[in-house]
């Protein structure tokens, strides 16, 4: 794993960590915006992601080569 930069939270990031298709991901985060009385334009963070996923932040997101099978 690499340590992710970013603080923000997109749809491709909730897709991948969840295994959901991207539309789905939009949906979840639709909630998370809801439950935390944001405006649609604003960013969820990592945090905010993984606290309402009832699961531990981390300070580092799977790379694409991490998650590949090993040939």
Known sequence: MKESKRIYIYASDV???TGKCI???Y???KKIRIE???KP???ITFEEFYT?????YTNKVP???D???KS
């Open 15 to 17: 897709s991948e960590l």
């Open 23 to 25: 539309r789905t991901a």
């Open 27 to 29: 949906k979840i985060l």
């Open 36 to 38: 935390l009385n944001k």
């Open 41 to 43: 334009e604003q960013f």
């Open 52 to 56: 309402y996923m009832g699961t531990t």
């Open 63 to 65: 790379n694409k080569t």
């Open 67 to 69: 998650t590949a099978p």
